[in-house]
């Protein structure tokens, strides 16, 4: 009887508690354009694109991993009243396309923002196990192995990690390039939906245009100065920022952020840190720093955090970070990563 | 010195693994006769909904995580007294209540990252606190065993039996109930739930195919234990495979090759069998 | 005349189990070096009644004594041997060999946080030895026959040298060679230690020859009162001895004719075999 008591208890305040936290910003208003938006860069960017005149609701939750979210049928049910939905596709949301074709809202028009990127393997601009063997040093000394690694971008369908994602990197948003060219699919899509305030998403538009060309021009001469540009990070997320800037990514697991590491591919990156003098490891926000912080102990390295910027957390979102503060955020950490004590 | 252990974190894993199979195999042979073999898997689910419970109201999770394995732990018992006929039923129920809870609760944890790091444990991946979390944990368990060991044995054998030979049976149970509570969930957050579900029972299956006697079976399992996890860890790092995983494997290819061998063992060995007393054997 | 020492004394029991009475006005007493039988039929409460001896279960109503000391509030059973029912079954895939299984049952005498010592190695091997399995010593109960296995359960509860051994249906699931080993046994326990035995069994055509005392438990009722002549000791050799106390039927006519209690017999009889042949 306690227990059935206590579960009951549990039950009713947990749900109490999700109904405060949940749909935040779900309110029924006037005219303004219904916009729902599948994960945070989406969200962000809608709503700097369209400003005072669109609604938008964040469909994954803020502070759940993306990837591993399932949407419930409440959700479902917020889709068939809205007007826009905005996913990013390229394999994040691994449920998008179940939800589009069980929506039976004829007027939803619907953003797959990634559809005209040139889309990465998994893996891409990241260092394998076989990359981290025995020549490291030499690789290190003539950049061999950034053209390795652009090659393995072809040949990258037979590797050995986890593809929680399918075959592509999903994280195409964070270069600068791509979220302009996402946004401008944003603004497409609300224009023809919303042709009164075309004008103003255009304005919006450019103006955040302008602020990724900054971004991009920021990275550029930042991380130019540097000639050892390995980031050591626990899942595979950056690979569009190192195509972008010149960097590898050295994962400690695949592409999937939560699985087990094994013992071998541990050392390698221990091995390969030591001999690189890599001053940094870097952890994802939303996930375990746990291995981040044991090859951090072996090596001597101090964890950082790098924002994939797939999610964010509420206490971030309140903080009024953004996308253009979590990239600023990621360029100090990489730099300073980067630049020499001595 | 071997490669292997040039590094830290291969030292912890040893260390770790070393001593919680010994910890593990021990404290299994007793829960594999005692009927509860899902108790691994049923508390380290409880433990998450126990995390889940603390990330919600806002105390420590791992504290939420060990008194929510106790509670489970107690409830398994409560269970098996109202049910004594079916008490592996005790473990199956409050394994569900485990999963759906830390299923349900899960959801509604607004930080998801603060879950999902307690729900992550890897034997490769072990923090000083940890090692000494579990340091302690294995002397505790290891002097408790030793001290009821007698104790242990009978209830195993029979509750009843035990009871009526003058053996506290409820005191020997609760204690052994709060000693595999506070093994599963440390264990489960610093190796993993797989590790500790798998090293709990299977090991212990393999010992009962080839031990002639309980002592042999607690010291098989504890070399099957032991050989799993020294094994896996040194193919992780070998040849990279998953560590949790792989134990696991080698853990049930120990049963097999038991199994196997029990079979020969019995097909050569068919004479020194017993012959059936005569009654005139009797008369002493 | 100096008083009878009695080992168990029963009087005026009542046990009800979810408002459904099992027994009720039960009274008897087995005197001390008695080997007595109780039968009955299938749920007509004899397990009940061994439990309620034991103290295992609180009675409604009514006095237990054993060795002249009342039962309930007692923790201390060492005078007494209890073989519960399929306790053979129970062990029959537990990894442990006979020695170990045996001394388990010396928890009292080796004391708490202890091993056992030399001297409880010899009781230990003393026990099997009076059930003539020596040679099995370092064997487990896999590895032996079912008859096998229900003397080993004996030299456990033999160990702790009890005074009265309470054996619930031993004989059950064995073959006839194995019950004759195990009545053997008990009869020489019986005999050169004066034990006193009190057994349940469906067994009563082979257990008859070795017991003094035949009880019947039936239709929730039990009397004791002198044996008439004919009853069920027909099938006992000693029947002329005055030892015997009387049994009452209560499916048998209150005249205690030989022929309808012999059939009594009978039905008992086959109620043992259609056990046996589910088993």
């Given amino acids: 009887m306690r227990l059935i008591k206590s579960l009951i208890l549990i039950m009713t305040t947990a749900l109490i508690l999700s109904s405060c936290s949940f749909f935040p910003g779900q309110t029924s208003d006037s005219g303004k354009l219904k916009v729902i938006a599948s994960v945070y860069p989406m969200y962000d960017f809608a709503r700097k694109i369209g400003g005072e005149y669109v609604d938008v609701t964040l469909l994954v939750p803020a502070g759940f991993e993306p990837h591993t979210w399932e949407p419930t049928s409440k959700d479902m049910l917020s889709l068939e009243k809205a007007d826009v939905f905005i996913y990013n596709g390229a394999g994040m949301e691994m449920w998008a396309d179940n939800l589009i074709s069980a929506i039976e809202n004829k007027k939803l028009s619907v953003v797959e923002t990634s559809k005209d990127l040139e889309l990465m393997a998994t893996g891409a601009y990241s260092l394998d196990n076989d990359a981290l063997t025995g020549e490291i040093s030499e690789a290190h000394d003539d950049h061999d192995d950034h053209e390795e690694a652009e090659s393995q971008e072809e040949d990258h369908d037979d590797d050995d990690h986890d593809h929680d994602h399918g075959q592509y990197d999903p994280h195409v948003w964070l270069s600068p390039i791509n979220a302009k060219n996402q946004m401008n699919a944003i603004c497409d899509a609300f224009c023809a939906a919303d042709p009164n305030h075309a004008e103003a998403y255009r304005n919006n538009y450019n103006k955040y245009a302008n602020m990724l060309d900054d971004l991009d021009a920021e990275y550029r001469s930042a991380l130019d100065a540097f000639d050892s540009k390995y980031i050591v990070v626990s899942h595979e997320a950056f690979g569009y920022m190192c195509k972008e800037y010149g960097l590898l990514q050295v994962p400690i697991r695949g592409i999937s952020a939560d699985a087990e590491p094994d013992a071998e591919r541990m050392r390698r990156i221990i091995d390969f840190i030591n001999a690189n003098h890599i001053r940094v490891v870097f952890f994802e926000a939303l996930t375990n720093p746990k291995v981040s912080e044991t090859i951090a102990a072996e090596t001597g390295c101090e964890v950082r955090e790098l924002h994939p910027i797939g999610g964010l957390t509420q206490e971030q979102i309140d903080d009024g970070q953004d996308y253009f503060s979590l990239m600023n955020d990621n360029l100090v950490a990489l730099t300073a990563s980067f630049s020499s004590p001595d | 010195m071997p490669l292997m252990f040039q590094y830290s974190y291969m030292q912890k894993a040893f260390v770790v693994g070393i001593l919680l199979s010994l910890a593990i195999a021990c404290l299994g042979v007793i829960v594999v006769h005692k009927r509860m073999s899902l108790i691994g898997s049923a508390l380290s689910h409880s433990s998450l909904s126990g995390v889940a419970i603390g990330l919600l109201f806002g105390f420590n999770p791992i504290l939420g995580a060990v008194g929510a394995c106790l509670f489970a732990s107690l409830c398994i018992e409560a269970i098996r007294k109202k049910l004594p006929d079916f008490q592996d039923l005790a473990v199956a129920i409050t394994l569900s209540i485990g999963i759906g809870l830390a299923g349900v609760l899960s959801g509604f944890v607004k930080n998801a990252s603060d879950f999902n790091s307690f729900l992550f444990g890897s034997i490769i991946a072990i923090t000083p606190f940890e090692l000494y979390l579990v340091i302690a944990l294995v002397l505790i368990v290891l002097l408790v065993f030793l001290l009821m060991y007698k104790e242990l044995f009978y209830i195993s054998l029979s509750e009843e039996a035990a009871a009526l030979s003058g053996v506290p049976v409820r005191t020997i149970n609760f204690i052994f109930t709060i000693l595999t509570a506070l093994t599963v969930s440390i264990a489960a957050r610093t190796v993993g739930a797989l590790v500790i579900s798998s090293l709990l029972v299977v090991p212990v299956a393999a010992a009962m195919q080839i031990a002639r006697s309980f002592k042999t079976t607690i010291f098989w399992s504890i070399f099957f234990a032991l050989v799993s996890t020294v094994m896996g860890l040194t193919l992780s790092f070998y040849i990279g495979l998953k560590p949790g995983g792989t134990i696991a494997l080698l853990s049930s290819l120990c049963f097999f090759a038991a199994v196997i061998m029990k079979s020969l063992r019995s097909r050569f060995s068919k004479r020194s069998l017993p012959l059936p007393n005569k009654p005139e054997d009797l008369i002493p | ?279």
């Fill in chain 3, 1 to 279: 005349m100096k008083p009878i020492e009695y080992a168990v004394e029963v009087e005026n029991i009542h046990f009800a189990y979810n408002e459904k009475p099992i027994l009720s006005n039960i009274t008897f007493r087995i005197q001390d070096g008695d080997f007595a039988a109780i039968i009955g039929d299938n749920g007509s409460g004899k397990s009940t009644l061994i439990k309620i001896i034991l103290g295992l279960l609180p009675p409604d109503s009514g006095i237990i004594k054993i060795q002249g000391q009342n039962v309930t509030g007692r923790s201390d059973f060492s005078a007494v041997g209890y073989v519960p029912q399929n306790s053979a079954d129970s062990i029959s895939r537990f990894p442990a060999t006979a020695e170990e299984i045996v001394l388990s049952s010396l928890y009292k005498k080796i004391g708490p946080f202890r091993f056992p010592g030399k001297k409880h190695r010899q009781m230990a091997e003393d026990a099997l030895f009076q059930v003539g399995l020596t040679d099995y010593k370092k064997r487990m109960p896999t590895e032996m026959s079912g008859g096998q296995r229900q003397r080993l359960m004996l030299a456990r509860v033999l160990a702790n040298q009890p005074r009265i051994l309470i054996l619930d249906e031993p004989t059950v699931g064995i073959d006839n060679d194995a019950v004759n080993q195990l009545l053997t046994v008990l009869h020489q326990i019986n005999i050169t230690n004066k034990v006193t035995i009190v057994m349940v069994t469906h067994d009563i055509a082979k257990v008859a020859s070795y017991s003094n005392r035949v009880l019947c438990l039936s239709e929730k009722h039990f009397h004791e009162s002198d044996l008439p002549s004919g009853t069920i000791v027909h099938a006992h050799p000693l029947q002329n001895d005055h030892r015997y106390e009387h049994i009452h039927c209560a499916n048998c006519p209150q005249s205690h004719d030989s022929e309808s209690c012999a059939a009594c017999n009978q039905d008992h009889k086959s109620h043992g075999e259609s056990e046996r042949g589910h088993l």
